[in-house]
């Protein structure tokens, strides 16, 4: 993280941030102010310690009766302990280190309570008679490489780096006219006291983009759709239903998803679990086949439930379907094709009966010419035969 004048933080600010919160309350400090120990005490109340085990990657162990009903709240309120916040906002140790000279040196004070006991300016680091004290001390701090609680903060800070954030500092007040350094994606850009003026603009090297918050102008509620289901099941294997999560036609990010519970219900068994993620936009039902041989044949529902992380609202959707036991649908269509072949045989002997009855009577009807035929035959023998006998007589 950078800090406005170009300072990156550091493990010196959050050091720095501590020893001031302790030194302010002791009585024997430059700083001390007897307006801000009740509000140290409240602190110690709940504060235990903390230590840092590693800085590179940044681990600190913190210890705290600070507790609260989520887990995760008790770690974020630790870990918000360790950013150099003040009253007025967030602040590099140098910007403070400067306000810490002009309250040593009894020309500041960073309370209004001390200011009007010491009869000094309150501490303002954006306009007033507090600059040019500021200033002076700045200049100073340049000399003498000065390190606030050298014995301790020059372990994490050498004179050398000291001095580059003091210059960024200088530099940051030349161009505008103040010493308040924040981190945030505003900065103070001009001061007008007298016009009641004050212009703030985006700070470019801020962490996250300008355009990093837009998505939230709509609720990125979860469309979500249920594929098809197989209406033939066989128990002892597994099943897999696909379902779609987008938002507006794009792919819903698997990290932006909380879950994807899904609840099966059938005349015989109910089953609950969570989806699997395939990819960005889908995810699966995976039934086991321990559960799929409780599936018997009739209605599946089958009902799912997206929760987003971006969103509160959850999105539900329905569908229905009927299903059959594979042993089942097989006897179904044995069954079925036997009604077929029964009616295709029932068919065809009708047939063969009604080509037995044709041939019968084909076959009279041969005899019959036959017959004729023979007739014929005789008869003409006869009339052939009669006009030789009629001559012969």
Not at 37 to 42: A, I, N, R, T
Not at 60 to 84: K, N, Q, R, T
Request: glycine fraction near 6%; charged fraction near 20%.
């Amino acid at each position: 993280m950078t800090f406005h004048d170009g300072s990156n933080l550091s493990l010196a600010d959050i050091v720095f941030d501590y020893i001031l919160t302790f030194d302010r309350a002791k009585p024997e400090s430059p700083v001390y102010d007897e307006a801000y120990v009740p509000d140290f005490s409240s602190f110690r109340e709940y504060f235990k310690g903390f230590k840092i085990v590693s800085e590179d990657p940044l681990v600190i162990e913190f210890y705290s009766d600070s507790v609260y009903l989520d887990a995760e709240w008790i770690a974020a309120d630790a870990a918000g302990a360790f950013f150099p916040d003040y009253a007025y906002g967030p602040g590099p140790w140098h910007m403070i280190a400067i306000g810490w000279l002009a309250e040593a040196n009894n020309e500041l004070a960073f309370t209004r309570d001390k200011a009007e006991t010491n009869n000094v300016e309150w501490t303002n680091y954006i306009a007033g008679p507090s600059l040019p004290i500021l200033s002076k001390y700045l200049t100073e701090a340049i000399n003498e490489a000065f390190i606030p609680y050298a014995n301790v903060l020059g372990n994490y800070v050498s004179e050398s780096e000291a001095l580059e954030r003091y210059n960024n500092l200088k530099a940051w007040y030349e161009s505008k006219g103040h010493f308040l350094v924040g981190a945030g994606p505003f900065y103070l850009d001009r001061v007008d006291p007298t016009a009641r003026i004050v212009v703030l603009k985006a700070n470019r090297e801020f962490m996250d983009s300008a355009d990093k918050w837009l998505r939230f102008s709509k609720p990125m509620i979860p469309e979500a759709a249920i594929g098809s289901i197989p209406t033939i099941i066989s128990p002892g294997t597994s099943l897999e239903i696909p379902i779609s999560v987008t938002f507006e036609g794009e792919p819903y990010k698997i990290d932006d998803i909380s879950f994807v519970k899904y609840i099966i219900t059938n005349p015989n068994a109910t089953l609950v679990g969570n989806a699997v993620p395939v990819r960005d936009g889908e995810w699966r039902i995976v039934l086991s086949p321990e559960e799929t041989s409780t599936l018997a044949s009739g209605t599946l529902g089958v009902d799912v439930i997206v929760v987003s992380k971006l969103v509160g609202l959850p999105t539900a959707v329905t569908k229905t379907t009927t299903i059959m036991n594979l042993n089942e649908y097989i006897m179904s269509k044995i069954a079925e094709m036997r009604a077929e072949y029964e009616t295709e045989i029932s068919s065809l002997e009708a047939t063969i009966e009604s080509l037995n009855s044709n041939i019968s009577a084909l076959t009279s009807t041969v005899n019959m010419l036959t017959g004729l035929a023979a007739v014929a035959l005789i008869i003409a023998i006869v009339a052939v035969a009669i006009p030789f006998f009629v001559k012969k007589k």
